[in-house]
């Protein structure tokens, strides 16, 4: 058994301590935690441990009466694996504490590559994985690309790849973020840095992104404009893109016409917070001429790397091949292309 | 002089009366209004000679004890050329009426390019349409792309356009219309329909649209990627977009950043509704790489076809060419680059 430690516990963290608890081969430990807010009492009422993130955090935890099984440095004692869900760039600083407790450790795409000087997509570089000490995930946007460029990489090789992204504003969660009433360049230069992020997976790809964010919760949307190394007809690229893992494709004649919808689809399954852990494709966007390729794709960016995330603390364990390492993490989110079969 | 009316008096309408009235060759007969509502007593505080649409908008004049100058039908025996405003494929049930009245007539963008077989973008093809009788301004979008890409052709030659649209959902004073939270596909089909409207214009242009629509209404912003025939230096692309009339640069450095920061721009610069009539190009945000070029453009939905309008009435009419046609339209409006240096 794989002991796993989460430290963080918000959008990404109690996710993630929740699909921890599904794995067969993995034991959740316990969660640490800098607020002793409604997410904390809940986890406690789920029998998950909490560890408070510091001395600070501690006595916080003591004012309102809240029972932390101990600190941070407590936790790290305990476990093989620690997965840092912590805000962007706090991670950095965390590295030298998981260091000092001989832990290994998985970050979020919020950090640079460089902190761990290795970026993870299942898909694409599970072996690379083995015997790694710190694994990256990449970002939510980062990650479906990889996953949606990866299926056409394989059909038929790209010449290059084009994505606009239109990002959602703030998750649902978040009221002290906007825009409320703008498209807001993210940035306004170019490429945006989700180029030189989908890079760090799938070295030396023609890439070039830009975003813009704008006032809504319901995932991102990204445009691919993708030119193909050799003609492919529209059928070979749905085909790669349905056989793609974690890639699902929906039709808009179904009423799936928004992200919205596709957010309300993930509750009518009865998804647990209506997560979609799949890069979603619409089918009926897909469009080949010639050897150039357009769809649209949504990404739900409180979920996606999710299993990502499962994948990579057994890939820095070792024992499961890649296909193993996702099979069973698929299976235990039920994850399955046949589940949006619309 | 040439005698202009207008039917249909809401966002375009209103802003192109007067428009109309500023221009030292025309005259404002009247405008053609269905209701009696705010709009219209503002007008008749203008001092513009309010019409009644038909027999039944005249009883609800009188119910609100509103004076109707006449009907629609009164209005086109007084003018040469009718601008129709009113809303989408309303225009084309008017035609009829305005052939019957024997006066020429200008349409929006939301009829069908069939309606008139001519669509009209002033530095594209003024001269093509002398003698018309009738005439089709393209959409907001679909004018920005083509003066945009106006630049580009005359620069270097397009061997293809790519433009992803970000779509405002709705205009200021729509209270009714959505989305609230959620991308919309819009259609979820590529291309769009813009894709097909800018060759209808710019005849034979490789071009390819997508479109969404999000919860937004302080403009459009359009994510564009083009491949020019032969290779051009930033700097042979920034002159070109510089010097293409009613195409200005921001620099976002200067704080615009987004498309509500561009419409704050245009309160502090006095423009009456805080009408942007030019189409924005960030200027840092123009990247070239061998033969493509990447930028972001915002348009104006509500202001940007205004001066296309004033044009199309003098183009029908006769007597200037496209640059004296220009020039007294954009001195009218107070239209020119140097209006937004930054």
């Known amino acids: 058994m794989i002991r796993v430690g989460v430290n963080g516990y918000h959008t990404i963290g109690a996710r993630l301590a929740d699909a921890v608890k599904k794995q067969p081969d993995m034991r959740l430990i316990g969660v640490s935690k ?3 807010d409604y997410r904390a009492r809940i986890a406690a009422e789920k029998e998950i441990d909490v560890y408070a993130a510091n001395e600070k955090s501690l006595e ?3 004012n309102v009466k809240m ?3 101990g600190m941070l440095t407590d936790l790290l004692q305990k476990v093989d694996v620690i997965v840092d869900a912590t805000p962007d760039e706090v991670g950095a600083s965390n590295k030298p504490i998981y260091e000092g407790a001989g832990v290994k450790g998985i970050f979020q795409g919020g950090e640079e590559h460089s902190l761990t000087n290795f970026s993870f997509v299942a898909q694409c570089n599970y072996g690379e994985a083995a015997n790694k000490r710190f694994v990256r995930v990449v970002s939510c946007n980062t990650t479906a690309l990889c996953r949606a460029l990866h299926a056409l990489e394989r059909a038929s090789g790209i010449e290059k790849a084009r994505a606009v992204l239109v990002r ?3 998750d ?3 009221v002290g973020k906007g825009p409320i009433d703008a498209v807001v360049l993210d940035p306004p230069t170019v490429p945006s840095h989700h180029a030189a992020d989908v890079r760090s997976v799938m070295k030396g790809l023609n890439i070039v992104t830009m975003a813009v964010k704008v006032p809504e919760t319901h995932m991102h949307l990204h445009t691919l404009l993708v030119t193909l190394k050799k003609k492919a007809s529209r059928e070979v690229v749905v085909d790669a893109l349905e056989s793609e893992p974690r890639v699902v494709l929906v039709d808009s004649k179904t009423g799936v016409k928004s992200t919205a919808a596709l957010i309300d689809m993930a509750r009518e399954m009865g998804r647990p917070r209506n997560d979609i852990y799949e890069a979603v494709v619409w089918r009926d966007s897909v469009s080949v001429s010639d050897n150039e390729v357009y769809f649209f794709l949504a990404v739900h960016q409180e979920a ?3 299993p ?3 994948d990579a ?9 890649e296909a193993q390492s996702m099979k069973v993490t698929d299976d235990s989110l039920s994850i399955s292309p046949g589940a949006w079969k619309t």
């Open 60 to 62: 916080s935890f003591r």
């Open 34 to 36: 800098m607020q002793p």
């Open 67 to 69: 029972t932390a099984k």
């Open 168 to 170: 959602r504003g703030a």
């Open 313 to 321: 603390i057994r890939a820095v364990s070792g024992g499961y091949t």
């Open 308 to 310: 990502e995330n499962i």
């Open 172 to 174: 649902p969660d978040e």
């Open 304 to 306: 996606i790397v999710i």
